[in-house]
């Protein structure tokens, strides 16, 4: 018997109502990830992979079905659930970095922990996570606008640890950045897997996806190889 | 503190949040200050015209309220005496004037009196003067003596405060008059009277000269027995319109105050409810002139507001990805709101509390009112109104950030 999935995809159907007819962008997906699992989701543009993202990253809910993150079901939350479980669960890894481009390099990664515990981080934490992700100190007090790109990618790997989430979802993790930043950043990544974090990663990139040890590939809205 | 206690607080009030929304008021310096302008304009009219008009009503007030409680009145109606035609209150006209005044109220005094005006010679100094002949005892009723004693035999007088001042006048100063044949009349101070004020309504002693009856009908004769003026003071201020109904009644024989064919009365209750009900109603007036620039703020600072939602879509959608919750994105964009509100109505109370008194001097001459609770209550108020308008503007712009999806804001740029 297996453990507690820490992604679980029951039958999940999402469908957009248009005005031209609606718009089936996942059907009947069924499929989990474990613990520990550094899973690539590939597919071509439209394939339905970033609807498959935000359900499992709790920005959005099936039309039917059931998504299981960390053993608990999404369907019934409330919005301030839904905040939370994303807090508390997932380490978010965006393709433009998103970071807050009013706070320091240092202050975007006490940010969730100011979010979770309601004060400063007084512990060294979120130095020790910008160290981990080669950081320098000069540079942990500069904006985002003063990183290049792979600096704010490592920026934003040392947010989604902050609050030590259950997986890592990564979407386009290395899409806005040079091949030799690309590597750097998947090297990262790989580190984590190798640390034990779960890693979910989305990319339309082969070669990112092959430092993934399991390639989920989706097309038309359902999952055509696994 | 629990868990679920740190929450419900977290959600009232977190200092993250309120960096978030400082620094992007910093961040964008220019459009602040424009937006705070209109605030600070709003709330210093509203709060600068409240204070110069409470000022004002409170100085009037000083001013007049002493001489709020009398009726004058005095004779139209000609009369033919040994064949000369001549105005005044016949001893009847008392006794009837009187007796309306008795059917209203016991609690009353009645003055009759003399008055005219005179030139005064002191020293080589003339001046122009209000005599009045009267009872000693009812002078004492309409004035106060601040400084010797009533005037009494048929050369003493007091005068006014202000007039003794004005003529160097102290108690024993001499004064000369001129009697109806032409001939020097010497009269001697023995008293000084308060000063009324500038604004009196009944019995003023800014530039009076009063003698006894015997002195006044020695300087300027009797008239053939006729008095001038009455004045009827009444204990209670709102018993003075029906006096004044039933003397209106009674002397000029029907109800309809606009012909006064035997007598005109002065009512200084009803002038005071007048002058009451002007400044109410140019207070009214400034209201809505300072209301309507606070509503041009309040446009503004929505539009501001929009228009920051609109730059920190992609902003809110990440925060919201990363486990903000909906409340507080709210609060970041009230905090903005609130945050311009309150330094806005802070210096437009600041300049408010540096206009008024400016106004006040020029209007009244005195800053004193200033400092009345009527007048400072509007630092809170003004203070309040600021931050609530602007609450209230922020409030539409910060729930639509708060309901923007997150998915979807995240994918604009």
């Known amino acids: ?226 | 503190m629990s868990e679920e206690n740190k929450s419900i607080w977290q959600k009232i009030y977190s200092p993250m949040i309120l960096s978030l929304a400082v620094r992007n008021l910093k961040l964008n310096k220019f459009r602040t200050i424009l937006s705070m302008i209109g605030i600070v304009i709003g709330v210093f009219a509203i709060c600068g015209m409240g204070m110069i008009s409470a000022g004002f009503t409170e100085e009037m007030n000083s001013m007049i309220s002493d001489t709020a409680d009398t009726l004058t009145i005095s004779p139209v109606g000609e009369k033919v005496i040994d064949g000369t035609t001549t105005t005044g209150f016949s001893a009847k006209d008392l006794r009837d004037i009187e007796s309306a005044v008795k059917s209203v109220t016991k609690e009353y005094e009645f003055i009759p009196m003399y008055s005219s005006t005179k030139y005064v010679y002191i020293g080589k100094e003339t001046a122009m003067a209000s005599v009045s002949g009267m009872d000693a005892n009812d002078l004492e009723k309409i004035a106060t003596l601040i400084q010797g004693t009533l005037p009494r035999g048929s050369t003493n007088v007091v005068v006014g405060e202000t007039f003794a001042e004005d003529n160097d006048l102290r108690i024993g100063s001499r004064m000369i008059m001129l009697n109806s044949g032409g001939q020097e009349v010497t009269s001697r101070v023995v008293g000084i009277l308060e000063d009324t004020g500038m604004m009196t309504l009944g019995f003023s002693t800014s530039s009076a000269v009063v003698g006894s009856i015997e002195w006044y009908t020695g300087l300027v004769g009797d008239n053939h027995g006729l008095y001038d003026k009455v004045i009827v003071k009444a204990y209670d201020p709102t018993e003075l319109t029906p006096i004044d109904d039933a003397i209106e009644k009674k002397m000029n024989g029907k109800e309809d105050k606009d012909s006064d064919d035997t007598v005109y009365i002065l009512n200084s209750y009803e002038i005071m409810e007048v002058f009451d009900e002007i400044m109410s109603m140019s207070s009214i007036f400034t209201t809505i002139i300072s209301g309507i620039s606070l509503l041009v703020a309040a446009v503004a600072i929505t539009n501001v507001m929009l228009m920051s939602v609109k730059e920190r879509t992609r902003e809110v959608g990440i925060l919201r990805s990363i486990g903000t919750y909906r409340s507080q994105i709210l609060q970041m964009f009230l905090y903005e709101a609130g945050l311009i509100g309150l330094i806005g109505a802070v210096a437009g109370t600041l300049l408010a509390l540096i206009a008024a008194p400016v106004m006040l001097l020029g209007m009244i001459g005195s800053v004193e009112a200033m400092l009345s609770p009527a007048v400072l209550v509007y630092v809170p108020i003004g203070i309040l109104i600021g931050l609530i308008v602007c609450l209230i503007s922020g409030l539409y712009p910060a729930w639509k950030a708060a309901n923007l999806n997150p998915v979807e804001a995240m994918s604009t740029d």
């Not at chain 1, 039917?64 to 053993?71: L, Y």
């Not at chain 1, 608990?72 to 393709?95: A, P, V």
């Open chain 1, 1 to 226: 018997m297996n453990p507690i999935p820490v992604v679980e995809l029951h039958d999940v159907s999402k469908i957009y109502p248009m005005p031209a007819g609606d718009v089936h962008a996942l059907n009947h997906v069924d499929f989990s990830i474990q613990k520990g699992e550094f899973v690539a989701i590939m597919g071509p543009s439209g394939s339905g992979k970033s609807t498959l993202m935000n359900m499992i990253g709790c920005l959005d809910v099936p039309t039917s079905g059931e998504i299981k993150i960390n053993g608990k079901s999404t369907s019934e939350m409330t919005d301030d659930e839904l905040t939370l479980h994303r807090r508390e669960t997932i380490g978010f890894i965006f393709q433009k970095f998103n970071l807050i481009s009013l706070l320091t390099a240092y202050e975007n990664v006490e940010y969730p922990l100011i979010l979770k515990y309601g004060h400063k981080d007084t512990t060294t934490r979120t130095r020790d996570l910008l160290t981990m992700v080669g950081l320098t100190e000069g540079q942990m007090q500069h904006t985002p606008y003063e990183l290049s790109g792979g600096q704010q990618q490592r920026v934003s790997i040392a947010r989604a640890l902050a609050n030590d989430p259950t997986f890592l979802l990564c979407d386009e993790p290395t899409g806005n950045l040079d091949s030799k930043m690309s590597t750097q950043i998947m090297e990262i990544l790989t580190d984590l897997h190798a640390q034990g974090r779960t890693v979910v990663m989305v990319t339309h990139d082969p070669k990112t996806a092959e430092y993934a040890e399991r390639i989920v590939i989706i097309k038309d809205g359902e999952i055509v190889n696994e």
